[in-house]
């Protein structure tokens, strides 16, 4: 009884070794993986983490590439470029635009004297002020009166403008030939010489306002009207068409022609004082120009006027500038008008911008 109470413990122990034994190799075959998930969860973890921030990285080169392509592309500026060939395009593609465009006075008139072709025109329909121009008119009438040129003429109170109260370097008293008188209401546009030209007329200022609307009628200028004979009245009016045939009128008369053309002309008072006066036209002392007869205007409602015959590739050609903004425009005008027509670029021009 006691050798199998014993036996029966040994059994009991041996047992519990067994099952300690087996727990104990169970536990030992469980704590690798244990011991290895860890790191493998943190090396999953850790690549993981290396690829938020490789897509960190990835998507913060991704903005900045995306950001570059915006400064490149106005540098490149492919839709400005397209917007501007349009532009471009226009240029030679509208050749009145370019050839004609940079003539600036209001009314334009170019001729041809010689086949009388038309080259260039702008609003020359309407018949308006001329100022100064009249006195082209003023000097065809004189001419052509056979009054004599060497008769001394005296400016008087009645020359004096109370229209537009204009300045003159001939004082009240001043007293000189006609062709002086002539001289200096061309080329330095005297007003008060032109008054004076007219008063002393036979007959006085109406006979002689009379007298230049019967010779614009002889020269054919159905749509032109004289009032006096120095321009400071708006009164005075024409067209371009009509102010060419004044203008071969008067390059036809070697007096208006020569004192239209003079640069500058010095008179000897009677005093003894002498007194150089200019041309108001600075293209007649260009010697690339060859003018045949010129004449400056300018009265508010006129604007800043030209006009003159100019030889230009051998041919006479009349050139009519009225309404400019400047003096500058005016001979900027001309100048440009000659090189077309050098160009042979107004041969088939006409524009009518109003």
């Known amino acids: 009884m006691r050798l199998s109470s014993i036996s029966f413990h040994r059994k009991s122990w041996l047992a519990s070794l067994l099952a300690v034994a087996l727990s104990l190799s169970a536990g030992a075959s469980a704590a690798p993986d244990d011991a290895t998930t860890p790191p493998q969860s943190q090396q999953k973890s850790g690549s993981g983490a290396k690829k938020p921030a490789d897509a960190t990285t990835k998507s913060s080169s991704k903005p900045q590439t995306a950001a570059k392509k915006p400064d490149t592309k106005p540098v490149q500026a492919k839709p400005a470029a397209a917007s501007a060939k349009p532009v471009a395009a226009k240029a030679p593609a509208a050749p009145k635009v370019v050839t004609y465009g940079s003539v600036r006075s209001h009314v334009v008139y170019v001729q041809d004297l010689s086949s009388s072709a038309v080259l260039y025109s702008r609003n020359e329909d309407v018949s308006r002020p001329i100022a100064s121009i009249s006195k082209l008119m003023t000097a065809i009438v004189v001419v052509d009166s056979g009054l004599p040129m060497s008769e001394i003429i005296e400016v008087t109170e009645d020359d004096v403008d109370t229209v537009k109260h204009s300045r003159s370097r001939l004082a009240v008293g001043t007293r000189l030939s006609r062709a002086d008188m002539l001289h200096l209401a061309l080329m330095s546009s005297e007003n008060r010489a032109a008054n004076a030209l007219g008063r002393t007329h036979p007959g006085g200022l109406p006979a002689f306002v009379v007298a230049m609307n019967a010779k614009a009628q002889e020269l054919g200028m159905s749509r032109s009207q004289f009032v006096e004979p120095t321009g400071l009245s708006s009164g005075n009016i024409s067209t371009p068409r009509d102010l060419v045939k004044m203008l071969q009128a008067a390059a036809a008369r070697e007096p ?84 077309l027509v050098q160009r042979r670029e107004l041969a088939l021009a006409t524009d009518t911008v109003l």
């Not at 500058?264 to 007869?293: C, P």
């Not at 010129?294 to 230009?312: D, H, W």
């Open 256 to 339: 208006i022609h020569r004192y239209t053309t003079d640069q500058q002309y010095e008179v000897k008072f009677k005093s003894g004082r002498t007194t150089l006066f200019r041309n108001t036209n600075m293209l007649v002392a260009n010697r690339d120009w060859d003018i045949r007869v010129s004449k400056t205007g300018y009265i508010n409602e006129a604007g800043q006027c030209l006009v003159m015959v100019a030889r230009i590739n051998n041919r006479d050609t009349a050139i009519v500038l009225l309404n400019a903004e400047g003096k500058s425009t005016r001979i900027g005008d001309a100048i440009r008008i000659r090189q």
